[in-house]
């Protein structure tokens, strides 16, 4: 049963890395391909913006980050959830 258990601690502390990886990776990519669609009708930076230009700049960040999903450590909760769980398998084994 030890090595049961010891196998499937190994696999889970295993894939856990890669599955964050994975996301990360497809978390970055949304934010590229929306900076590579937005990033032809941004303005040129100035050294003294008007502002209404500031107005506007920070309307658009607004608008974005109301669109965006949620940041990565509050959607993916589980695999704390599985972390902890690795931890307890881990130290049952041990003790």
């Not at 107005?55 to 608008?63: I, P």
């Amino acid at each position: 049963m030890r090595k049961v258990l010891f196998a499937a601690a190994a696999l889970m502390f295993c894939a856990t890395p890669a599955m964050s990886q994975q996301i990360v990776a497809r978390h970055q990519a949304d934010q590229e391909a929306t900076l590579e669609r937005t990033g032809a009708s941004m303005a040129e930076p100035s050294l003294y913006p008007s502002s209404d230009q500031v107005k506007s700049d920070v309307r658009t960040n607004e608008q974005r980050l109301a669109h965006e999903k949620a940041p990565l450590g509050s959607k993916d909760w589980w695999y704390l959830v599985a972390a902890v769980a690795i931890g307890v398998i881990i130290a049952a084994l041990v003790l």
